[in-house]
């Protein structure tokens, strides 16, 4: 503790005042937040107060301190201060627990966390932290909490994959509304309704649903193709493709079906079946059977020939 003199003077017994003046009525007054300081500044001065020891060496080192606090704070460099000193003394992240992602992987958010060991959680901006995890291409939702004194908990709700589109050579997994969320990469996304061409995967979701009304049709349906942005082809499992008018399709798709149970139109060796046309439809062979056809009308055209002049 710090030893005090008599603080009275020589000349009246009466306490004098900072620099000389008086705290009385009958000199200056200061104010009175100001009066207890002035009197310890003014013991200080006069000798009625002896600092403790390496009092000095105290005072610079806090000097010291306050001065490099104050740079830090005005060179933007507190939060980093912050982080340093506080993940030191046990808030330091070093447990992460992540649900609800099944696409999106935990490498993936780990680096989205931006966590590098020495993160401190009382620092650690969890809202910025959650808009990068949500920015991942499979995340739709996410949110990040921080747990005292040392975790993290992430949670996320993924997008939901509807077809995969093929535009170009480019395939890419899309939602029901079109949007596209990842390229394709193949594994348990290869059992997804493929769509092709323009627009196809902004209009597939409500015709895919229109064929799969059509079980023994929908079973065979390999592709799903957009034509002028204005209607629908059928690309089967066995190469036949199915041309649907604009207008009409589930009146085509009756007939269609109605043809294959009585003729078994579908199995039989064809290109394409039209069904643009209401009043007909057109079927296309292959180019084997179109010659394996055009033999056959020869033959029967010869034979023909034959018996005539065999009359004759």
Known sequence: MSAL??????AGGTRSGLFGFSYSAEGYVLPRLLRRPARLFARLTEGDITPPRYSATIMTAAFFAATGLYGAYMGGHMPELVQSVTARTGFAVDQMRVTGHRETSEIDILERLELDG???????????????????????VASVRKVYPNALEVQIEERKPFAIWQHGRELAVVEASGRVIAPFNGGRHMALPLVIGQGAAEAGQEFVKKVKAYPELAARVKGYIRVAERRWDLRLENGVTVKLPEH???EAINELLAMDRDNALLSRDIAAVDLRLSDRVVVQLTPEAAERRAEAVAAMTKGR?????KRI
């Open 248 to 250: 009409g399709e589930d």
């Open 305 to 309: 020939k034959a018996r005539s002049e």
């Open 118 to 140: 020495w993160t401190s959680l009382i620092g650690f901006d969890a809202e910025a932290a959650r808009a990068r995890v949500a920015s991942l291409p499979w995340v739709e």
């Open 5 to 10: 003199r008599s603080g009275r003077n020589r």
